[in-house]
């Protein structure tokens, strides 16, 4: 199993700016008369799984799930991915013989089979019902982990810790979550909120209360200014009128592309394109040079903590002056991702505007 240097927890467990809560709650129960070290978690849909013994083997399917599993220091456990995850984080220990999905959706159970893993995490929006009726027959057990789900942030790096006997290496990710967390509460406590339009890979889409951006933008003390829209997706995004950004005139605009680990460089082109539509040069944020644009790797990472920062140094910067979100992305890169750190700029980028 892969060891990472421990870092010091700077603050406890207490209550942070990005409220966790959901599902997922583990425990730890050894069934009984069981002496070869089987042990059962519930997992992020209630059911209880139970695993033959220490993990040393594991299909994660999602990006998420496998920065998480890398993060509490288990990465070396893992077997089998899914396409993405490996074109998103290039630095997993497996090639393109270790894919065993294209999506979240198609799953390929004869090569699952052949990699004869101990467990399979897979998100809730993958066929995880389907995963685990066709997986019972090779006896591989199979956990719902979602680690996408900001409001499960909290349960499901507890639950991937007894998962994967990494309980050590899951505290100390969450306390360097609640680190942030707790930075951010105490700087924007009484400050006016600023408004912010965020548009998440595509034109115009935009989130909704619900949405991890939505919770980031609060936590960074922010103001969304789509706060008051209905009718989003499955995930509270949703595309809006261009019209109405001009008319709800954010103070700033930040715009999350696609993570990778690998670094893209899209960021003036996009900023360009911001300032370029229709109706946009009346726009505050566009006026007073106060466009952003970041690689989701970066300010998606731990429950979206990361990015709230960044923004949060951008909405008030008086209060943050003394605060580098460089450094915290570089300890995440470096510490929770063991990998090498390209730069901040690489990733996060601005201000832009006319």
Known sequence: ???????????????????????????????????????????DQDREVEIAGPVERAVVLNSYANE????????????????????????????????????????????IAELDPDVVVLPRNAVWQEAAQQLEGFDIPVVVATAWDYAAFENTVDLLGQVFGAEEGAQELLDF????????????????????YLETVDPYLSVLPGSGFHALIEAAGGENVFADAAGGDAQEEITVDPAEIVTRNPAVILHEFEPSAAPVDRFQALADEIVARPGFAGVQAVQDGQIYVTNGWATSAIAKSIGALYLATWLHPEAFADVDADAYLERWVTEFQDTEFEGADAYVQGPFGQ
């Open 1 to 43: 199993m892969h060891a990472r240097p421990r870092i010091p927890a700077l603050a406890a467990l207490t209550a942070a700016a990005l409220v966790l809560t959901g599902c997922g709650t583990v425990t730890a129960e050894e069934p009984a008369g069981d002496a070869d070290g089987a042990f059962t978690v519930v997992d």
């Open 68 to 111: 998480f599993v890398r993060a509490i220091g288990a990465g070396d456990t893992v077997v089998g991915v899914d396409r993405t995850s490996l074109t998103r984080l290039p630095y997993l220990p497996v090639d393109d013989s270790a894919v065993i999905a294209e999506g979240l959706d198609q799953l390929n159970y004869e090569a």
């Open 177 to 196: 979550h609640t680190e942030i967390d707790d930075l951010l509460t105490e700087r924007t406590e009484g400050l006016e909120p600023v408004s912010v």
